[in-house]
């Protein structure tokens, strides 16, 4: 049998001395990659917690390929805006995406999207997990989940709590939460959790459940105040702030996450390439120090592990989202 003008029996050979010698063969890897800076798009607004993750992990990984790691803001769209721009760029291995869980959620709340989380990317390594921490504006009567749930019991529709977007994480947490109290509070969606938090931090709206990573600092600065973490367990980072399900919310766990993808048809030795680099940034000390100290916990997997764990947060979420009775049509 023939490829082209050469015999499958002259090209074998070449492989196999290849392979004796220790060199591997010039087509079975990114020769050169790579040779330009590369973009890594972070589907939200800076300062939310994805484009703070988005630019400590850029860093390091600039600095083991020897190419720029530009992080590209595109918020918008309930975080879709930014997928669609990954989606449609070209499989070369120069456009990362740092996908999260709203990218999950957005498969059943949306009826019709531009892009497939499934199909039109692969995946990479999965990059951090942790959790949401429910902060309210220091000028709501409420210093625990218990007195939050009260509060809200006394003032149905009353409290407002913002949000990264409708169909967001941070709006879809606060949904589980009301159903699982029996509580009703007014949604105020926001382009993006960094303009959310402004809001929150300046009284505009009375809580919010931010990625942590994204909340902590004004925790610390004293502009907002912490109730409690959603993980299943405390978080090491604040490991006096109880559960909610601690606080008397049994069962509630909400967890976050963010993960590298990259357009699909990416050679696959390209994403291999990719995946090393990637899980070695995540066990660098430097980096798991540095995203520990903003709240985020350090994680990789190979791209089948995250290719199963998307499929499962898609399945989960899209519960959540038939049980809430919403979607964004």
């Given at each position: 049998?023939?490829?082209?003008?050469?015999?499958?029996?002259?090209?074998?050979?070449?492989?196999?001395?290849?392979?004796?010698?220790?060199?591997?063969?010039?087509?079975?890897?990114?020769?050169?990659f790579p040779v330009k800076p590369v973009r890594l798009i972070a589907p939200s607004s800076p300062g939310s917690g994805v484009d703070i993750v988005a630019r400590i992990v850029a860093q390091k990984l600039a600095s083991q390929l020897g190419q720029q790691v530009i992080v590209d803001n595109r918020p918008g769209a309930g975080a879709?805006?930014?997928?669609?721009?990954?989606?449609?760029?070209?499989?070369?291995?120069?456009?990362?995406?740092?996908?999260?869980?709203?990218?999950?959620?957005?498969?059943?709340?949306?009826?019709?999207?531009?892009?497939?989380?499934?199909?039109?990317?692969?995946?990479?390594?999965?990059?951090?997990?942790?959790?949401?921490?429910?902060?309210?504006?220091?000028?709501?009567?409420?210093?625990?989940?218990?007195?939050?749930?009260?509060?809200?019991?006394?003032?149905?529709?009353?409290?407002?709590?913002?949000?990264?977007?409708?169909?967001?994480?941070?709006?879809?947490?606060?949904?589980?939460?009301?159903?699982?109290?029996?509580?009703?509070?007014?949604?105020?969606?926001?382009?993006?959790?960094?303009?959310?938090?402004?809001?929150?931090?300046?009284?505009?709206?009375?809580?919010?459940?931010?990625?942590?990573?994204?909340?902590?600092?004004?925790?610390?600065?004293?502009?907002?105040?912490?109730?409690?973490?959603?993980?299943?367990?405390?978080?090491?980072?604040?490991?006096?702030?109880?559960?909610?399900?601690?606080?008397?919310?049994?069962?509630?766990?909400?967890?976050?996450?963010?993960?590298?993808?990259?357009?699909?048809?990416?050679?696959?030795?390209?994403?291999?390439?990719?995946?090393?680099?990637?899980?070695?940034?995540?066990?660098?000390?430097?980096?798991?120090?540095?995203?520990?100290?903003?709240?985020?916990?350090?994680?990789?997997?190979?791209?089948?592990?995250?290719?199963?764990?998307?499929?499962?947060?898609?399945?989960?979420?899209?519960?959540?989202?038939?049980?809430?009775?919403?979607s964004a049509d």
């Amino acid at each position: 049998m023939r490829t082209g003008p050469f015999h499958v029996s002259a090209v074998f050979p070449i492989v196999v001395l290849c392979l004796v010698a220790g060199v591997r063969p010039a087509y079975a890897q990114p020769a050169g990659f790579p040779v330009k800076p590369v973009r890594l798009i972070a589907p939200s607004s800076p300062g939310s917690g994805v484009d703070i993750v988005a630019r400590i992990v850029a860093q390091k990984l600039a600095s083991q390929l020897g190419q720029q790691v530009i992080v590209d803001n595109r918020p918008g769209a309930g975080a879709n805006l930014g997928a669609e721009i990954a989606a449609r760029a070209a499989a070369d291995g120069y456009t990362l995406f740092m996908g999260t869980p709203a990218h999950a959620i957005n498969a059943s709340y949306y009826s019709r999207l531009n892009y497939d989380l499934v199909r039109d990317f692969a995946p990479v390594s999965l990059v951090t997990t942790g959790e949401y921490i429910v902060i309210v504006h220091p000028s709501l009567p409420v210093k625990a989940v218990r007195e939050l749930v009260a509060l809200a019991t006394a003032r149905p529709g009353v409290l407002t709590y913002g949000s990264g977007g409708r169909g967001n994480a941070t709006h879809l947490a606060v949904e589980l939460f009301s159903t699982m109290a029996g509580i009703r509070m007014l949604h105020v969606p926001y382009k993006g959790s960094g303009p959310a938090l402004t809001d929150l931090a300046g009284g505009q709206v009375d809580l919010m459940f931010a990625n942590l990573t994204a909340g902590l600092p004004h925790v610390k600065s004293g502009r907002l105040r912490a109730l409690a973490v959603t993980g299943d367990k405390r978080s090491p980072t604040v490991p006096n702030l109880p559960t909610v399900a601690e606080s008397g919310l049994r069962g509630f766990v909400v967890k976050s996450y963010y993960a590298i993808f990259v357009p699909a048809r990416t050679p696959a030795e390209i994403v291999d390439r990719l995946n090393g680099e990637v899980v070695a940034a995540m066990r660098s000390a430097d980096l798991r120090q540095r995203l520990s100290g903003e709240g985020a916990e350090p994680e990789s997997s190979t791209p089948r592990e995250l290719a199963a764990f998307i499929k499962s947060e898609i399945e989960k979420w899209s519960k959540v989202v038939k049980a809430a009775h919403i979607s964004a049509d």
